[in-house]
């Protein structure tokens, strides 16, 4: 069974500091996508990397592809309130559905 | 709005019962995705459709069913609830059987009681 770890589970930071959530699998993945998702609301996907080490960056979010492909990061830089969110790392498995890491809770205080 | 539908949004009834969840993909999208979201599970795939047939399946119990109509539309059917139910139902739909990009509905939020 293929599994994505996700670390931390929750966080909790003042406004303007930069964050690194991790998602690691001992499977490699064709491919991985982040997630946001806002009480109420289904998830939005933010990102999807295919090729490893490759790295993409939105805004003050940079997205980090393992050169295996077994694992990937988010670092946010200067986090806003409006970042608060689920954060939800997803990888396509071999047999092509989307497998979903268990998340991470982000509260940005102003 | 992501374009994806899903109704009802809430929807509480009793142990026991039998619900059907509705969602309408994005148009011009011929997959259909269900998870169910839990506290303790997080987000579990389900069942996925693809133009009207089943493509594949996760983690779904034999008290729940689904199918995808002639419209697309897709109707994820639970019977027999248990308390253990109680979750977030999310469908999210793709153009193709195998693209990267899921659009997610806002969910319907069961509670059985």
């Known amino acids: 069974t293929q599994l994505l770890e996700q670390s931390p589970q929750f966080l909790s930071i003042q406004e303007g500091e930069n964050l690194t959530v991790y998602c690691n699998s001992s499977?490699?993945?064709?491919?991985l996508q982040w997630y946001r998702q806002e009480p109420g609301e289904g998830p939005v996907l933010l990102v999807t990397?295919?090729?490893?080490?490759e790295v993409k960056k939105l805004k003050r979010l940079t997205f980090q592809f393992g050169d295996a492909r077994k694992d990937s990061s988010l670092h946010i830089t200067a986090a806003q309130p409006g970042d608060t969110g689920l954060y939800l790392c997803?990888?396509?498995?071999?047999?092509?559905?989307?497998?979903f890491g268990q998340g991470t809770t982000l509260q940005v205080k102003p | 709005d992501s374009g994806v539908t899903q109704t009802p949004k809430h929807l509480i009834t009793a142990t026991g019962q039998r619900v059907t969840l509705r969602c309408s993909p994005r148009?011009?999208?011929?997959?259909v995705y269900w998870y169910q979201q839990s506290l303790d599970q997080g987000l579990q795939f389900l069942i996925q459709?693809?133009?009207?047939?089943?493509?594949a399946k996760g983690n779904i119990l034999e008290r729940f069913s689904a199918q995808q109509f002639p419209d697309l539309h897709s109707e994820l059917n639970l019977s027999s609830l248990e308390l253990g139910d109680s979750a977030l139902y999310f469908c999210?739909?793709?153009?193709?059987?195998?693209?990267?990009?899921?659009?997610f509905g806002s969910g319907t939020r069961l509670t059985v009681v």
């Open positions: 999210a739909s793709t153009e193709g059987d195998w693209n990267y990009g899921y659009t």
């Open positions: 499977s490699v993945f064709s491919s």
């Open positions: 990397v295919v090729t490893g080490g």
């Open positions: 997803a990888g396509r498995s071999t047999r092509g559905k989307l497998i």
């Open positions: 148009s011009g999208d011929l997959s």
């Open positions: 459709y693809y133009n009207g047939e089943e493509r």
